[in-house]
């Protein structure tokens, strides 16, 4: 199936007759782009084969508190589902990754530059 682009007929040429399917705009990003977000994403993870991977967030600096405590081995973490992923120790597993833990409970992402300035 060949694909024209909107406002053409098959043969490339003009159509007088508008599209009845609405486009959705190419840019549909806020006018505040050039304004950092003002909190971290929902959910974050530091692997960079993650589909969680945001390396504009991660050079910012996220910090985590979990069930009010500070933590700084956080591997990955989800607000909405409200659970962390630790790194445990040192050890690695066969592919060179930091073993981990799963936990449950309130998880609380800020980014450290908004906190210390």
Not at 22 to 37: L, R, Y
Not at 54 to 62: D, S, Y
């Amino acid at each position: 199936m060949a694909v024209t682009p909107p406002g053409f007929d098959l043969k490339g040429h003009a159509n007088s007759t508008p599209d009845t399917v609405a486009e959705a705009p190419m840019n549909d990003t806020p006018e505040t782009e050039n304004q950092p977000a003002q909190s971290p994403p929902d959910r974050l993870s530091t692997d960079m084969r993650s589909d969680w991977f945001n390396a504009e967030a991660l050079q910012r600096g996220v910090g985590i508190r979990f069930n009010g405590v500070e933590k700084t081995n956080v591997e990955e973490y989800s607000v909405s589902e409200g659970w962390v992923r630790l790194a445990v120790g040192k050890s690695r597993d066969r592919k060179g990754n930091p073993m981990t833990v799963k936990m449950q409970g309130v998880v609380e992402p800020y980014f450290r530059d908004v906190a210390e300035g």
